[in-house]
């Protein structure tokens, strides 16, 4: 069965850093990964999309890269700031509008 | 305007009792979600509706059972609620395309005792 890990541990940075996500997953080869943020109480929220034929996508200070040889993708927040802290979900497509959502990383940006 | 939003946002009840969760999207998607999210925090797809059809139902027990009266609204049922039923309950919507980006709703946390 399809396996997503994200690093359950707590990542904490100091601000100004950058934040590095790391998504591992087995047993399937999504068409397109996406990454959400999720914060205490509420519900995810869309951040990025990335194509299984896309190295790499940027948004603002938000970087993905995506390798399907290593079945990996990595999230990036550069110049990470306090309000970036959260909890950071990867989630895969397998395909007919079913995503495969990992348990997420907790990010703690500290002043 | 609230994008997708879900009512209510708590739920206490007790064990055995029939409860209901609702669900309202005016982004005008075609496609809604139920997900459930266990204290781990896996967030796990429980079913699928596009234009007021099942297209995923994700092995649920059959005491779950959504009911879309048209595409803005999805609502679920739970009969014969279980402790293990406790968790948050995530409604989403989504255009429907490959890869589309889903709009979650704020959540209820559904407590059985």
């Known amino acids: 069965s399809q396996k997503i890990e994200q690093n359950s541990e707590a990542l904490n940075i100091q601000e100004g850093k950058t934040a590095t996500l790391t998504c591992n997953y087995t047993?399937?080869?999504?068409?397109?990964l996406q990454w959400y943020r999720q914060d205490p109480g509420r519900g995810p929220v869309f951040l990025l999309l990335?194509?299984?034929?896309?190295k790499e996508k940027r948004k603002e200070r938000l970087k993905v890269t995506f390798d399907t040889t290593l079945k990996q993708s990595l999230f990036h927040i550069t110049a990470s700031q306090p309000a970036d802290s959260a909890t950071y979900l990867c989630?895969?497509?397998?395909?007919?509008?079913?995503?495969?959502f990992g348990s997420g990383t907790k990010l703690n940006v500290k002043p | 305007d609230t994008a997708v939003s879900q009512t209510p946002k708590y739920l206490v009840t007790q064990m055995g009792n029939d409860k209901s969760i609702k669900c309202e999207q005016n982004?005008?998607?075609?496609?809604m979600y139920w997900y459930k999210q266990d204290s781990k925090k896996f967030l796990k797809i429980m079913f699928s509706?596009?234009?007021?059809?099942?297209?995923i139902n994700e092995t649920v027990p059959n005491r779950f059972s959504p009911k879309s009266p048209d595409k803005a609204h999805l609502n679920l049922h739970i009969n014969s609620l279980e402790l293990g039923d406790s968790a948050v309950y995530f409604c989403?919507?989504?255009?429907?395309?490959?890869?589309?980006?889903?709009?979650f709703g704020p959540g209820t946390r559904l407590t059985v005792l």
């Open positions: 989403a919507s989504s255009q429907g395309g490959k890869g589309d980006t889903q709009y």
């Open positions: 047993n399937y080869s999504p068409a397109y």
């Open positions: 990335i194509r299984e034929n896309e």
């Open positions: 989630a895969l497509d397998r395909g007919f509008n079913k995503f495969y």
């Open positions: 982004l005008g998607h075609d496609t």
């Open positions: 509706y596009n234009n007021k059809e099942l297209i």
